[in-house]
């Protein structure tokens, strides 16, 4: 079983930077292809897919957040983050991470609770 913690979510201004960290447990953790999500407060529905990075550290983004969002982890901490650049209001949402313990980036297997960022 693997969980996973998320924080770091706030309230920012337009153009400033925030950074999202997610805390996983599981022994494999560099295995994993982990993701973050990301969802209108209180619409699990429309969630999207923000970011991934597989365990050989390829990434992979969704176009309304290239050049702006950075994903990246650290296997020794068993740690995702999620630095947020220049965010822009559309980007505001519950931010969640998971976990594919398959390694593919195509069968979520566990989720987080998420962690809420406004951006005004």
Known sequence: HVQLVESG???VQTGGS????CA???YAFSSYCMGWFRHPLG???EREGVATIDSDGSTSYADSVK???TIS???AEKMLYLQMNGPKPEDT???VCAADIGGSCSFWDYWGLGTQVTVS
């Open 9 to 11: 979510g706030d309230s």
């Open 24 to 26: 996983a447990s599981g």
């Open 18 to 21: 925030l950074r999202l960290s």
């Open 67 to 69: 050049g702006r969002f």
């Open 73 to 75: 982890k650290d296997n």
């Open 43 to 45: 619409n699990e529905r």
């Open 93 to 95: 949402a519950m931010y």
